[in-house]
């Protein structure tokens, strides 16, 4: 099956800098790949996807990468700003719906 | 106004005891499926549900059951939990774009 590795497993930055974090995966078949964000206590949510027909796709602050020859992909969050600190999974599928199988999560904290 | 909801929230309970936890949306969603979170392993898929009468096997399906007799709800049955089976879980369904997750419920089996 399907198996997703993410890194880092904590990411400490200064308000105002960028943070990537980077996932690979195994299957090649896989072409779906939401990110979602977890607040403390509260459930996650998407707050970004992208299928293997692109290579990139961006979302104000947001941007995510697929390199499918590589299998790996990867969130860019620019101007990060407090509200940023959650952890953030992402997740790969071979359609979207369907089996999820997620990363082991990255703690992101920003200091003001 | 859209949503995923789950019963109970939290739920502490013994060995044994055969437990159903509900989860119903409200979007007309086909897919659906449950997790569990657990410090460390974040998210695994238990079981999913494409349609109704339609379920399949997650990643750690042991000691769980689905039936999905209504395409709104989806309920995950423990049948005799065990200790092991303490965890975070939550529902999600999806219109086959993303996952709009439940609130989640807490469960303690000692």
């Known amino acids: 099956g399907e198996n997703v590795e993410q890194h880092p497993s904590t990411l400490s930055v200064q308000e105002g800098d960028s943070a990537v974090i980077k996932c690979t995966y195994s299957?090649?078949?896989?072409?779906?790949f939401p990110w979602y964000k977890q607040e403390l206590g509260k459930r996650p949510q998407l707050i970004i996807d992208i299928r293997s027909n692109v290579g990139e796709k961006k979302d104000q602050r947001i941007a995510v990468t697929l390199n499918k020859t590589a299998k790996h992909f990867s969130l860019h969050i620019t101007e990060t700003q407090p509200e940023d600190s959650a952890v953030y999974f992402c997740a790969a599928s071979i359609r979207a719906g369907n089996m999820l199988t997620f990363g082991g999560g990255t703690r992101l904290m920003v200091k003001p | 106004e859209a949503q995923v909801t789950q019963n109970p929230r939290y739920l502490i309970t013994v060995t044994g005891k055969k437990l159903t936890v509900t989860c119903s949306q409200n979007?007309?969603?086909?897919?659906m499926s449950w997790y569990r979170q657990d410090p460390g392993l974040g998210l695994r898929q238990i079981y999913y549900s494409m349609n109704v009468e339609v379920t399949d096997k997650g990643d750690v399906p042991e000691g769980y059951k689905v039936s999905r007799k209504e395409k709104r709800n989806f309920p995950l049955i423990l049948e005799s939990p065990s200790p092991n089976q303490t965890s975070l879980y939550f529902c999600?369904?999806?219109?086959?774009?993303?996952?709009?997750f439940g609130p989640g419920t807490r469960l303690t089996v000692l």
């Open positions: 299957d090649s078949a896989s072409n779906y």
């Open positions: 999600a369904s999806s219109p086959a774009v993303g996952q709009f």
């Open positions: 979007m007309n969603h086909e897919y």
